[in-house]
Nanobody, 123 residues
């Protein structure tokens, strides 16, 4: 199993980025995918997740209204569209897969982790 996160970069406050998490060795209809981030000197935190059945996604408070998670089953890829970025969004972003099926997705006990992609929001 591989999860390849990409799409990070340096942007100015208010700008947007779209992160991608390309999965291989698993299929998205059997795994929930969660996005996490870890800012310098801080604990890793969950940002958003989408269940294997593709139901309503979940967002942490900091992401609500600005971030949108989506997936393309044909491409086996999950996206995180991040709008109105703020300096406090600066972090390494990771995606992770969870084989628990059901109506919820989680930010713990993940089965597989991808590499990180660095997002820097600075003027």
């Amino acid at each position: 199993v591989q999860l390849q996160a990409s799409g990070g970069g340096l942007v100015q406050p208010g700008e947007s980025l779209r992160l991608s998490c390309a999965a291989s060795g698993l299929t998205l209809d059997r795994y929930a995918i969660s996005w996490f981030r870890q800012a310098p000197g801080k604990e890793r935190e969950g940002v958003s997740c989408i269940t294997a059945i593709g139901g309503s996604p979940y967002y942490t408070e900091s992401a609500k209204g600005r971030f949108t998670i989506s997936r393309d089953i044909a491409k086996n890829t999950v996206y995180l569209q991040m709008n109105s970025l703020k300096p406090e969004d600066t972090a390494v972003y990771y995606c992770a897969a969870d084989q628990r099926l059901g109506p919820r997705c989680y930010y713990y006990n993940m089965d597989y982790w991808g590499n990180g992609t660095l997002v820097t929001v600075s003027s």
